[in-house]
């Protein structure tokens, strides 16, 4: 049987275009990119939603949750992009390719969109840029996504991403807010043979932006 071919960067993150936005890697060593981390991962609608492992309070466990994302992309991990829009270059949330496994070419992806900038297709046209950079640069087969379940917008996203729903995960994720109790969670994945997704992701600026 032929060796998998190993395709984990060797150098720093590259910076993805497309869409509108730039995709960057987060620097701990940003002010700008801490606080952004940090309202963020503090947002009441994230943390309905999400219960990261580590929580992220103030401006040192921020600083200390990017330094880790760093470290895991160092490594050939987990790759945290901060997103931002590509003219203004304005932070608008973030997205990550996370748990990747070569020898299984499978990987997680995740996002946030901060506050300011929902309802304008950040989050989707976020996933199509980091998703077509995973499979194709990285060598990846696989892609999941999972949330919990009832969150109807993450659905849609997905699936307009060409990520299909697979089924629930029985108790898969911490219950909001708590370590010690569990939720279901849908799945949705794609894979390099899928189709590319055919619907062009909507822009919406402000008059005269």
């Not at 987060?26 to 580590?54: C, I, K, Q, Y």
């Not at 060409?162 to 708590?178: H, K, N, S, W």
Request: net charge neutral; glycine share 8%; with cysteine.
């Amino acid at each position: 049987m032929a060796p998998i071919p190993d395709r984990s960067p060797t150098g720093p993150l590259p910076e993805i275009h497309g869409h509108d936005l730039r995709l960057r890697p987060w620097d701990p060593a940003s002010g700008a990119d801490v606080e952004t981390w940090l309202r963020g991962m503090r947002d009441p609608e994230f943390r309905r939603w999400n219960t990261p492992l580590r929580l992220v309070t103030d401006r040192t466990s921020a600083r200390e949750s990017l330094l880790a994302r760093a470290q895991s992309a160092a490594e050939g991990t987990s790759m945290s992009f901060r997103i931002a829009d590509a003219r203004s270059g304005t932070a608008l949330g973030h997205i990550g390719v996370n748990e990747i496994k070569y020898h299984l070419k499978v990987a997680r992806v995740g996002y946030w969109v901060l506050p300011e900038a929902r309802g304008q297709g950040v989050a989707t046209r976020a996933l199509l840029l980091a998703a077509r950079w995973a499979l194709a640069e990285l060598g990846l087969h696989r892609l999941e996504l999972d949330h919990a379940v009832g969150h109807d917008a993450s659905c849609r996203i997905a699936e307009r991403c060409g990520f299909a729903y697979e089924g629930t995960l029985r108790g898969a994720i911490f219950e909001e807010g708590r370590h010690d109790a569990f939720r279901d969670a849908h799945l949705h994945a794609r894979l390099a043979t899928d189709p590319e997704p055919d619907a062009e992701p909507q822009v919406s600026r402000p008059p005269g932006a």
